[in-house]
């Protein structure tokens, strides 16, 4: 087949021959480094307590994002739980977990706390079961633990209702699998002439056009960026979330993925675009780093004053960022109690100075927590 009867890039003769404009790269690589040493260097000062709070914070937002971007809503706090359980991080009371996060959580935490280990299939078939305990995604029965065999067909990533669905991308066939994938194994554990960040986006991208699996190509394509990101950083620790960044930005990230893997083996615009977005997610996790921060010191200052279960819950709810206001009648509804107690709950933090009325406007009074990053400073 001459390249120009080649559709995808996995069809062209000189694949998987990726090539790209070093020089165009170079800038934003360094930009990147750049950033990321900024954000090192603060978390080197700030005490390896809090290290851990920020790297929880991360994968937290990790696992919980690389979800949503198949829709999937998880339980922010029982992911919270699991990874702090997992890495031993103190946290306080713990929130029930259902297997379901535990797969995820594992997925991501084996990714990045193993990353040097070697990625084989076998590794990655214990992700794929990890990510479908119960061999259904959704309601059809898949092939878990095992490559797809496209007994219903080629594998193809399509939108749109039946009937009217456009296909983007159509993946190599499963009979190539064996050969594909280990040729890919080869390449992601031994040495590189690519950059270490630039190896991360290649990874990323040759992986999910492989789309070995009938499902969860996405979360384990993101999984083996992040072990990429993370030997190239030459830490397990995660201080920044590509997953979530990917989330807030999907629409562009289905867009650059599908024009880079139509055609031609040149990647560049695909890992300019992932820099990018790395990039934007270490500036994020500065944010995440701020609010740790904060925190700690809120908790600090209120250390001694003697608080209940609720006050706890609904003041780290208010640390973290609530969405909305937070009435009294909210505060009634998660923390599961009467309206009369939730007064009371907030009239005792209001009298002890923790708590403040919030100066927005609007019919119902709401409560912001004092030193709430959000609050304006006080005179
Ligand atoms: N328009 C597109 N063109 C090419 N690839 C796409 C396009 N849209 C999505 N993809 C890729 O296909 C993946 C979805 O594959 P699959 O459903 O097997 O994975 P998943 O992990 O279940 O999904 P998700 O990524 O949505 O969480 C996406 O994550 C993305 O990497």
Not at 6 to 25: E, G, H, M, S, V
Request: charged share 25%.
């Amino acid at each position: 087949m001459n390249s120009g009867d080649c559709k995808y890039i996995w069809q062209t003769p000189d694949w998987p021959n990726w090539r790209f404009d070093w020089a165009a790269l170079a800038g934003p690589m360094a930009e990147v480094s750049r950033a990321q040493g900024l954000l090192m260097g603060r978390l080197a000062d700030v005490g390896m307590a809090l290290r851990d709070q920020a790297s929880l914070a991360a994968l937290t937002e990790d696992v919980v994002k690389t979800s949503e971007i198949e829709g999937e809503q998880l339980n922010v706090e029982s992911v919270r739980s699991s990874i702090a359980r997992r890495l031993g991080v103190d946290i306080g009371a713990l929130a029930p977990v259902d297997r379901h996060v535990e797969g995820v959580v594992e997925l991501v935490l084996d990714a990045t706390t193993n990353c040097q280990a070697l990625a084989t299939r076998e590794r990655l078939f214990g992700w794929h079961a990890a990510l479908f305990p119960t061999g259904y995604s959704g309601l059809s029965r898949i092939k878990v633990g095992a490559w797809r065999d496209d007994a219903s067909g080629p594998m193809q990533v399509v939108s749109g209702r039946i009937g009217r669905q456009r296909v983007h991308f159509e993946a190599p066939p499963a009979d190539r699998l064996e050969t594909e994938t280990s040729r890919f194994f080869d390449w992601v554990n031994g040495a590189s002439n690519e950059p270490p960040l630039l190896k991360a986006g290649l990874g990323h991208l040759w992986f999910v056009t492989l789309h070995p699996f009938d499902d969860g190509n996405g979360r384990i394509a993101r999984a083996i960026g992040d072990l990429l990101l993370a030997r190239a950083d030459g830490s397990p620790q995660r201080f920044y979330s590509l997953s979530a960044q990917i989330q807030r930005e999907r629409k562009a990230y289905y867009d650059i993925l599908e024009q880079s893997q139509k055609r031609s083996l040149d990647v560049t615009a695909w890992l300019a675009w992932f820099l990018g977005t790395l990039h934007r997610a270490v500036d994020q996790a500065q944010h995440t780093l701020d609010t740790v921060l904060v925190k700690a010191r809120f908790w600090q200052r209120w250390a001694s004053t003697p608080l209940n279960q609720r006050q706890v819950k609904l003041l780290n709810l208010l640390l973290y960022g609530f969405a909305g206001k937070l009435t009294s009648s909210k505060w009634a509804a998660i923390a599961k109690c009467s309206p009369d107690t939730a007064l009371r709950d907030i009239n005792d933090l209001l009298a002890r100075g923790v708590l403040r009325k919030s100066d927005a406007g609007g019919r119902s009074t709401s409560y912001q927590a004092v030193d709430n990053p959000r609050s304006p400073p006080r005179n």
